[in-house]
C-alpha cells in the first residue's frame, strides 16, 4: 500500500526530529571546557591553584609588576631610623582575588575542587557562570614579558639627574644625596641589579657612589 503524501511528510519530519534529537545528545556528552573566572575567599588564591592542580584544572593567574610599599618588618634598622618609605618592584595579581580555570562545567570534578580551594564560586550573569574565549585568555598572555603583564599605563622608575634623594639601604642608609647619572625605564623592564649614581653628602663632602635603584628613595 502506498503512504499518501501527508504519511510522507509526517515520516519525514519524525525522522528529523530524530536526528535532531541525536546531535543534541552528542553534543551534550561533548567535553567543551572553557575558562571561567573564579572568586577566590581572601588570601586564598594559591591555595585554590594548588586544589585545582590536583584534579588536573588548568588555572591561569595573570601578574603584573608594581612598586610596592617594603614591610617595615623587612626593613634594616637604619632604614626604620631614616623614616623614609622604601618601595621596591614586585609581581603582583593583575586580578586580585580572581582567578581564570579552564574546566567543562558538566563535569563534576570541579566541584570537588572548588570546595578543597576554598573559593567563593564563579563570576556570573543573570545566575549563569560567564566564560571567557580562548583568544581574550591568550591576548593577555601574549602581552606577558618575562611573565608578567605591564599595566594599563607604562609605569616608569625616574631619577632624574640632579634629583635630591635619600640612601635608604646599606653602608651609606639615612645619607642624602642628588643623582648624577639617572635612571629612566618601564618598571616591566627594570632589572633588579640596574644602578644609577648618587653623590652622597657624607658628613658635608660629597661622594660619588654607585647604588642599585632601590637603595634609594625621593626625597
Not at 588564591?45 to 609588576?65: G, K, N, S
Amino acid at each position: 500500500m502506498l503512504e499518501t503524501a501527508n504519511e510522507t511528510a509526517e515520516r519525514l519530519l519524525e525522522l528529523s526530529r530524530q536526528h535532531e534529537s541525536e546531535r543534541l545528545a552528542r553534543a551534550q556528552s561533548a567535553i567543551e571546557p572553557r575558562w571561567y573566572l573564579v572568586q577566590c575567599v581572601r588570601g586564598s588564591d594559591a591555595q585554590a591553584m594548588h586544589a585545582f592542580r590536583r584534579w588536573d584544572i588548568e588555572t591561569y593567574y595573570p601578574q603584573t609588576l608594581e612598586l610596592r610599599k617594603v614591610p617595615r618588618r623587612q626593613m634594616s634598622a637604619s632604614q626604620r631610623v631614616s623614616g623614609m618609605e622604601v618601595r621596591k618592584p614586585q609581581p603582583c595579581p593583575m586580578f586580585p582575588r580572581y582567578l581564570f580555570a579552564h574546566f567543562d562545567i558538566r563535569h563534576p570534578s570541579w566541584h570537588a575542587a572548588f570546595e578543597m580551594g576554598g573559593v567563593t564560586g564563579l563570576v556570573c550573569k543573570e545566575n549563569m557562570p560567564v566564560f571567557v574565549t580562548d583568544d581574550l585568555i591568550a591576548s593577555i598572555k601574549a602581552r606577558e614579558n618575562n611573565g608578567l603583564v605591564p599595566g594599563k599605563e607604562s609605569v616608569r622608575v625616574i631619577f632624574g639627574i640632579g634629583e635630591h634623594v635619600m640612601v635608604t639601604n646599606g653602608p651609606f642608609a639615612s645619607f642624602p644625596g642628588t643623582v648624577e647619572e639617572g635612571l629612566d625605564v618601564p618598571i616591566e623592564k627594570l632589572e633588579p641589579d640596574m644602578r644609577i649614581k648618587v653623590a652622597v653628602n657624607i658628613f658635608g663632602r660629597a661622594t660619588p657612589v654607585e647604588l642599585e635603584h632601590w637603595q634609594v628613595a625621593k626625597q
